[in-house]
């Protein structure tokens, strides 16, 4: 369902990678693993579409994302290491925006309860400029229980989280992928996945 | 896709936008004290001389609205550009044309229509006639989101630039300049008793032009800036 062809990117005069292939069909797993600044994020990026490639062309559904425009995004969810978080608007405010610029609105009830799940239970109504690094990752997070993605893309989704909140993660990454959702992530953390096929990407340095 | 899940994503942004300038007053205040500053130390500058300050009233209004639009414009994307919204913006499935207007729209309202509700005050400095303030006020009410739209494409082009504002102006000045020229021009008319309707149908083309095709070039802008 998700394909790249002969990708490739560059950095000001630099290849960050060339000649990247991966293919991902519904309920699989890719990782994307290397060392710091070997283009993890620039593929992550290039995959939604933020990104043009140099060369080469990622595909959904046999079909050029660029091509594509607002029906891949409609399936995509993005999470990249930056919260997307208002420091003056409270949690439940951040999270319903997201939603609604998502394409999902969500009622509060909905919204209240995802937060509550995510271990923010009465800290709903504080702004985020008051919440911890975690708490606001969690914020963040508790988008990918209320919108109904296809495909996922998260950026180092278990940075800043405690133990409990990754096991929580895990759980909602099964579940996805379980439904028939693809995930693609990069991670410098240890934590297993079950999917139907776990796929890895190993960037050179 | 329907139209009301489209005009959705741009309410949002707009009553989101609405909703930190509220949580925020000083950045919409900022802009407004600069109008009103700028503007009250000419009368106080050159004296009690009215001739003098009824032959440069246009003017002095229409350039201190046009640096005030720029002052808070300059930081139109950079927030969500810092916080990562942007990014989330330009993948949500919705043309981002359509949020641009609504965060150009929002932009407009909490400090362009401050300017044209403050601005036949301001003109009373300079002895304008009755006539001449309601139609300073007409001026401003159709420049002033011309000037949010041009000024929105500047702030595209420039985010994520270090030093960006100065760049800003450079590049978005110049294409100010009609918008300047006809809306102190009409105040101009009708301050000299002059008929008026020319110069208010440019600056309402000038307004149409910019709002059909500033937010879809501004969105095109944001997307190489973001690349």
Redesign the interface.
């Known amino acids: 369902m998700l394909r790249g062809e002969a990708l490739a990117a560059m950095r000001g005069d630099r290849k960050l990678f060339t000649d990247l292939d991966f293919d991902l069909h519904a309920g699989e797993l890719l990782y994307i693993a290397g060392p710091n600044g070997s283009g993890k994020t620039t593929l992550l990026r290039m995959i939604c579409g933020l990104v043009i490639p140099s060369a080469g062309q990622v595909l959904w559904k046999d079909e050029n994302i660029h091509t594509l425009g607002e029906e891949f995004r409609a399936d995509l969810l993005y999470c990249g290491h930056l919260g997307a978080l208002k420091d003056d608007l409270s949690g439940l405010e951040n999270l319903r925006f997201s939603c609604r610029l998502g394409g999902t609105p969500v009622s509060e009830d909905e919204a209240v309860m995802a937060l509550s799940r995510m271990g923010l239970a009465g800290r709903e109504d504080l702004p985020a400029k008051v919440l911890s690094q975690g708490q606001k990752r969690r914020v963040g997070l508790a988008r990918l229980l209320l919108m109904r993605a296809r495909l996922w893309v998260l950026d180092e989704p278990f940075t800043a989280l405690d133990v409990g909140a990754i096991e929580l993660l895990r759980e909602t990454m099964r579940t996805h992928l379980a439904g028939g959702g693809l995930l693609v992530l990069t991670t410098h953390q240890q934590v297993e996945i079950e999917a139907a096929a776990v796929k890895r990407i190993e960037m050179g340095p | 896709?329907n139209g009301g899940?489209m005009l959705?994503?741009m309410r949002?942004?707009l009553a989101?936008d609405l909703?930190?300038a509220g949580?925020?007053p000083v950045d919409v205040v900022t802009a407004l004290f600069f109008f009103v500053i700028v503007v009250s130390l000419f009368p106080l500058g050159i004296g009690p001389e009215g001739q003098i300050l009824h032959a440069i009233a246009p003017g002095v209004v229409w350039v201190a609205a046009l640096l005030a639009s720029m002052l808070s414009l300059t930081r139109l994307f950079e927030?969500d550009f810092?916080?990562?919204?942007l990014?989330?913006?330009?993948?949500?499935?919705?043309?981002l044309s359509l949020?641009v207007l609504g965060k150009v729209s929002a932009h407009w309202l909490v400090t362009g229509a401050p300017l044209v509700l403050m601005s036949p005050l301001l003109g009373l400095q300079f002895g304008l006639s009755g006539e001449a303030l309601m139609i300073l006020a007409l001026a401003l009410l159709l420049g002033t989101p011309a000037l949010s739209f041009i000024g929105a494409l500047g702030a595209a082009l420039t985010v994520g630039l270090r030093g960006g504002g100065a760049l800003l102006a450079l590049l978005i000045l110049p294409l100010c300049v009609p918008v300047l020229i006809f809306g102190a021009g009409a105040v101009d008319a009708a301050a000299t008793g002059m008929e008026t309707g020319a110069h208010l149908s440019l600056l309402g083309a000038f307004l149409v032009m910019a709002l059909c095709f500033g937010p879809w070039v501004t969105a095109a802008a944001l997307r190489i800036a973001?690349?």
């Open positions: 896709m899940t959705g994503a949002s942004v989101r909703m930190l949580r925020r927030a810092v916080d990562g919204t990014e989330q913006m330009i993948l949500a499935p919705q043309p949020i973001l690349d």
